[in-house]
């Protein structure tokens, strides 16, 4: 006995094949030279930068401080990402906090800091309480005058708020974009580094 598959289960698979030949049509046109190419022009165009780039060249006791929402729903942050390995290589020690880390418990160290904050508006939830959290860690740092450099991700509201809060000589990046891609263009451009991490 033989069994022949239904017009409905035809359809059904030619439409899965279809799909998936238009996905993979798609994704080997997008991950062209080219469009990469647009990628990094308009991550570098819309950079916002304030103050004297690149950082002094000092390397002893230097802290990477990384301000998220939530550290563990932050997929664009691993140790190879450009704004954890770029500033590590060139001496930094890295710690990273979100909206639930009390400021006193990460130890500063009354050393000079690097500032970089991961913040993104959320229409439903907002990031009020990570403002918060990144204008108190702000204004410590200039208090105790630590403050390295300031580096924003994502939102240009907070930098709005925070930017005429800077001293003109401290240097202030930011990027719309929060990806690895764009954290390397940041870290190279802070950095004055020539080192490449893709």
Same mark, same amino acid.
């Given at each position: 006995?033989?069994?022949f598959p239904?017009?409905?289960?035809?359809?059904?698979?030619?439409?899965?094949?279809?799909?998936?030949?238009w #996905?993979?049509?798609?994704?080997? #046109?997008?991950?062209?030279?080219?469009?990469? #190419?647009?990628?990094?022009?308009?991550?570098?165009e819309?950079?916002?930068?304030?103050?004297?780039?690149?950082?002094?060249?000092e390397?002893? %006791?230097?802290?990477?401080?990384?301000?998220?929402?939530?550290?563990?729903?932050c997929?664009?942050?691993?140790?190879?990402?450009?704004?954890i !390995?770029? &500033?590590t290589?060139?001496? *930094?020690?890295?710690?990273?906090c979100?909206?639930h880390t009390?400021? !006193?418990?990460?130890?500063? %160290?009354?050393?000079?800091?690097?500032?970089?904050?991961?913040?993104?508006? $959320?229409?439903?939830?907002?990031?009020?309480?990570?403002t918060?959290?990144?204008q108190?860690?702000t204004?410590?740092?200039? $208090?105790?005058?630590?403050?390295?450099?300031l580096?924003i991700y994502g939102s &240009? *509201?907070?930098?709005?708020?925070?930017?005429?809060?800077? &001293?003109? #000589?401290v240097?202030c990046?930011?990027?719309?974009?929060?990806?690895p891609f764009a954290? %390397?263009?940041?870290?190279r451009?802070l950095?004055?580094s020539k080192i490449?991490?893709?």
């Amino acid at each position: 006995l033989r069994v022949f598959p239904s017009l409905k289960e035809l359809a059904s698979r030619s439409e899965a094949q279809d799909k998936e030949t238009w #996905e993979r049509d798609l994704t080997q #046109e997008l991950a062209q030279p080219k469009a990469f #190419e647009i990628v990094d022009n308009i991550l570098r165009e819309s950079l916002i930068i304030s103050g004297v780039l690149p950082l002094n060249k000092e390397r002893e %006791g230097l802290l990477n401080l990384i301000v998220v929402d939530e550290i563990l729903e932050c997929d664009f942050l691993s140790k190879q990402a450009p704004a954890i !390995a770029l &500033p590590t290589l060139v001496g *930094y020690t890295t710690k990273l906090c979100d909206l639930h880390t009390p400021i !006193a418990a990460i130890d500063d %160290g009354d050393r000079p800091t690097l500032l970089q904050l991961f913040i993104r508006g $959320n229409p439903f939830r907002g990031s009020a309480g990570l403002t918060q959290v990144a204008q108190a860690w702000t204004k410590k740092l200039l $208090n105790s005058g630590n403050l390295q450099a300031l580096v924003i991700y994502g939102s &240009p *509201y907070v930098l709005d708020r925070l930017l005429p809060t800077l &001293p003109a #000589e401290v240097p202030c990046v930011f990027s719309y974009g929060q990806m690895p891609f764009a954290q %390397g263009i940041v870290m190279r451009k802070l950095l004055d580094s020539k080192i490449s991490l893709f």
